[in-house]
């Protein structure tokens, strides 16, 4: 059933990101990234990470995606204009790119090897005591600088938006 679910989910997720590549208006493109976010947290949270599952969604497909349909719409960007594209480029190009993909699967599964499959449910490490256990002890450096420079990019940007009298 957990195969299933991943096979269901991972499918989503593919054709969000498709549909975001493929769309001309900006404001579908940012809820197909929405659908990838939210498909990726189910993924987590069917590997055992429920944390970073509701990370992923409460950071990223919330807050985050906000952030840029909010711009988007400030921008008031339209649609993009289709212009006419020749079609030998599509015709020689597919098949490259599969004859691409197969090589680079290929090679990478030479490099890799044989893996041990996925056992789902069998991630321990992905709750909040983990995290923030090896957040707070190995990551305190940069977890500090990284605030640092996001008061830093913060001092900026009030400094920016002032208005000069």
């Known amino acids: 059933m957990d195969s299933l679910f991943f096979l269901a989910f991972a499918a989503i997720a ?5 549909n975001l590549v493929i769309q001309t208006h900006p404001i579908t ?3 197909s990234l929405i659908g990838v976010m939210g498909s990726l947290a ?3 949270l069917l590997l055992g990470a429920e944390f970073i599952a509701m990370v992923q ?3 990223y497909a919330g807050a985050i995606m906000v952030l840029f349909v909010f711009v988007i719409m400030l921008l008031n960007a339209g649609a993009e204009k289709r212009v006419a594209r020749p079609w030998k480029p599509y015709l020689v190009g597919a098949p490259l790119l599969v004859i691409f993909v197969g ?3 290929c090679i990478l599964h030479d490099m890799l090897g044989d893996s041990d499959p996925v056992i789902f449910g069998s991630f321990t ?5 983990e995290i923030g256990r090896s957040l707070f002890t190995e990551y305190l450096l940069p977890f500090e600088v990284t605030s640092v420079l996001i008061l830093i990019a ?3 940007a009030m400094v920016l938006a002032r208005k000069e009298f």
């Open 14 to 18: 593919v054709a969000c990101g498709i």
């Open 125 to 129: 490490q992905g709750g909040a005591r």
């Open 42 to 44: 189910v993924l987590y």
């Open 29 to 31: 493109s940012a809820l």
């Open 103 to 105: 090589v680079a699967s």
């Open 57 to 59: 969604l409460v950071v």
């Open 154 to 156: 913060i001092l900026g």
